[in-house]
């Protein structure tokens, strides 16, 4: 790392050190703090206090993609249950289990063709 890339990063520690302190110091920002889900909070603080704002939402981010783990992890000990151990590919059972899209039932029956006797 060269004598530049490690001043810019002691500054760039330096800015988020003197962001913070005035982030404390406001009463306006203590409370938005206090009234605000913490996502929401930082990203209004982070037109101000780019900075401190930037690295909050990248630390923020990371609690959001082990809730889809730990979704995941869940569905999948759901899936593999004793009478269902055999399985060897959930792979597709997981994915409409953590799906947000609501399956078109009306519409799967209506393509389907009913079973013709020989």
């Keep these: 790392m060269g004598k530049k890339s490690i001043f810019n990063a002691g500054l ?8 913070l ?18 996502d ?14 930037k690295k909050a939402i990248v630390l923020l981010l990371q609690f959001s993609t082990s ?12 899936i593999k249950t004793k009478k269902r151990e055999r399985l060897l590919v959930v792979e597709e059972e997981m994915r409409v289990a ?4 609501p399956p078109d039932i009306k519409g799967i029956c209506a393509r ?7």
């Design 12 to 19: 760039s520690c330096f800015e988020s050190e003197e962001e």
């Design 21 to 38: 302190i005035d982030i404390r110091n406001d009463g306006n920002f203590m409370l938005m703090h206090k009234q605000m889900p913490l």
């Design 40 to 53: 929401e909070f930082w990203i209004r603080i982070q037109n101000e206090y780019p900075c401190l704002g």
């Design 112 to 118: 389907s063709q009913a079973q013709i006797s020989h």
């Design 67 to 78: 809730y889809l783990c730990e979704s995941g992890f869940s569905v999948l000990t759901n």
């Design 98 to 101: 953590l799906s947000n899209v």
